[in-house]
């Protein structure tokens, strides 16, 4: 049977807290990804991958809409996710798709497919109870503070959990049935995100005296932003304080085995494909929902603006093999992969009345007159925890600005100080980008109209919270 190139199948591979710069398609010299660099080779790698909101329901919901967080409304990771929302799952299945989810999505509320047909594995984030901010009421959350982070050689039930989504997905690409109609399978790894235990095979292939450490210039801690004084108080560090170089090496050395355990599961997945016969015919991607601090700026974890926390990986390999090798550097988001999936499959073109995309198809930077033609912007927004209004980044070309509403903003110069340690913002030689990047912020966010919905949502949530997820009671 030919390939139908009209509808092709789509392959979503996500893991979660996957920072780009810890993987060796992206240039480390420790964190091997030879599968990454595999799929790499057959098709693109974004090099300035954006989230569109630096924790994980936000930025997934997002990427199932194709909206920004200001549009949805899934604020932080306690909103329930509407059951009338239209995701990708919904539009791809009025194509004629079978559409399928392994593992991780991570939707709040009774609705656990919003448009897949079936769930081949359990989601273990996906019923579990969520808590919200108050910004009425700000405080940091005291239950994860610590000196030092649970890591090294061991065992956790998420590492279960993606044992048993990749040997879904492999049954589902097997199957026989898949060369009946296109498909679209997104599978959902919760590695290499805390807990940072790691198969001993893994773990075992770090040597701890070759781990790198962060880079932190002395004063540097101290000088930081207070968004980011209030995420380090909150996991128990504050001024200079730090994680020991002893414990860092460890974390390390964790997170990286978690990512070789997740790239070897990322070979297996396609080397099904080739197996099949799928993988002419098949949009394969590899991205995660955002990024993970290990260290800089004396952060673990997400939930700030900072590089690592923010930027994501993205490699899409398209059908055919189009494009494959190429290296875009180029601001991309998330949401264009959403945009990409509705483009590829032709259901760009049906669409609800009023419905709107916020990302770009990834296939116009295949020529060179699209990488001229693309508006070299991205955008990503921020609600959730440590956040007392809304925050927000703008990047243009390798200028990004930082915007914490009703605090002083950053402006940093990426190409000049890729570590983000100076801040630009009140520097009269960068005075005109400064103004430039808040003049065109402010004029597609509203940080006043959005904190008034904002606050909305989490009185409103804290009035029916006892009902709000009863279901997971029962």
């Given at each position: 049977m030919s390939a139908d190139l009209s509808k092709p199948n789509v392959l979503v591979i996500m893991t979660d807290q996957q920072a780009p710069q810890f993987s060796s398609v992206y240039g480390h010299r420790l964190a091997r990804t030879p599968n990454l660099e595999r799929l790499g080779s057959e098709g693109?790698?974004?090099?300035?991958?954006?989230?569109?909101?630096?924790?994980?329901?936000?930025?997934?919901?997002?990427?199932?809409?194709?909206?920004?967080?200001?549009?949805?409304?899934?604020?932080?990771?306690?909103?329930?996710f509407p059951e009338d929302a239209v995701t990708w799952a919904h539009s791809l299945k009025r194509q004629g798709y079978d559409v399928a989810l392994s593992g991780k999505i991570h939707f709040r509320g009774h609705d656990q497919l919003h448009g897949f047909d079936e769930q081949l594995a359990y989601d273990i984030n996906g019923r579990n109870k969520p808590a919200f901010p108050n910004w009425n009421n700000p405080h940091p959350d005291p239950s994860c503070r610590r000196d030092s982070w649970p890591c090294g050689p061991g065992h956790s039930k998420e590492i279960d959990a993606d044992n048993a989504v990749e040997e879904a997905a492999l049954r589902y690409l097997r199957d026989p049935l898949r060369t009946a109609n296109p498909w679209a399978l997104h599978v959902g790894f919760v590695c290499p995100h805390n807990p940072f235990f790691a198969p001993d095979e893994y773990?075992?292939?770090?040597?701890?005296?070759?781990?790198?450490?962060?880079?932190?210039?002395?004063?540097?801690?101290?000088?930081?932003?207070?968004?980011?004084?209030?995420?380090?108080?909150?996991?128990?560090?504050?001024?200079?304080?730090?994680?020991?170089?002893?414990?860092?090496?460890?974390?390390?050395?964790?997170?990286?085995?978690?990512?070789?355990?997740?790239?070897?599961?990322?070979?297996?997945?396609?080397?099904?494909?080739?197996?099949?016969?799928?993988?002419?015919?098949?949009?394969?991607?590899?991205?995660?929902?955002?990024?993970?601090?290990?260290?800089?700026?004396?952060?673990?974890?997400k939930c700030s603006m900072y590089e690592h926390s923010v930027r994501i990986p993205l490699v899409v390999a398209f059908p055919s093999?189009?494009?494959?090798?190429?290296?875009?550097?180029?601001?991309?988001?998330?949401?264009?992969?959403?945009?990409?999936?509705?483009?590829?499959?032709?259901?760009?073109?049906?669409?609800?009345?009023?419905?709107?995309?916020?990302?770009?198809?990834?296939?116009?930077?295949?020529?060179?007159?699209?990488l001229e033609a693309w508006d070299n912007a991205t955008f990503s927004e921020y609600y959730a925890d440590f956040s007392w209004s809304p925050t927000a980044m703008l990047k243009r070309d390798h200028y990004k600005l930082n915007w914490y509403h009703g605090e002083r903003p950053e402006?940093?110069?990426?190409?000049?100080?890729?570590?983000?340690?100076?801040?630009?913002?009140?520097?009269?030689?960068?005075?005109?980008?400064?103004?430039?990047?808040?003049?065109?912020?402010?004029?597609?966010?509203?940080?006043?109209?959005?904190?008034?919905?904002?606050?909305?949502?989490?009185?409103?949530?804290?009035?029916?919270?006892?009902?709000?997820?009863?279901?997971?009671?029962?």
């Open positions: 693109v790698v974004f090099e300035n991958a954006y989230t569109p909101c630096p924790v994980c329901v936000p930025a997934r919901m997002s990427y199932m809409t194709g909206t920004e967080v200001q549009r949805n409304e899934m604020w932080d990771n306690g909103v329930p773990y075992d292939r770090f040597a701890l005296e070759e781990i790198d450490l962060p880079e932190i210039p002395p004063g540097h801690l101290a000088e930081i932003h207070p968004f980011n004084q209030r995420n380090r108080a909150a996991r128990g560090f504050g001024g200079e304080s730090r994680i020991s170089d002893e414990n860092m090496r460890r974390l390390r050395a964790s997170y990286y085995a978690l990512i070789r355990f997740i790239d070897d599961k990322l070979g297996r997945l396609l080397d099904a494909l080739e197996e099949t016969g799928q993988r002419e015919n098949t949009l394969v991607v590899f991205t995660s929902d955002h990024g993970e601090m290990m260290g800089e700026h004396g952060m673990v974890l093999k189009k494009g494959a090798g190429l290296r875009v550097d180029r601001n991309v988001n998330l949401l264009d992969l959403t945009a990409t999936i509705l483009g590829q499959s032709g259901a760009d073109n049906d669409l609800p009345s009023g419905a709107r995309q916020d990302g770009r198809d990834l296939g116009s930077l295949l020529t060179p007159a699209g402006l940093f110069d990426l190409k000049r100080d890729p570590g983000e340690f100076e801040d630009l913002s009140r520097n009269s030689e960068y005075e005109e980008i400064f103004v430039q990047l808040r003049r065109e912020l402010l004029a597609r966010w509203d940080p006043d109209e959005i904190g008034r919905r904002v606050i909305r949502s989490q009185e409103q949530r804290s009035f029916i919270k006892p009902y709000l997820f009863k279901y997971l009671d029962s």
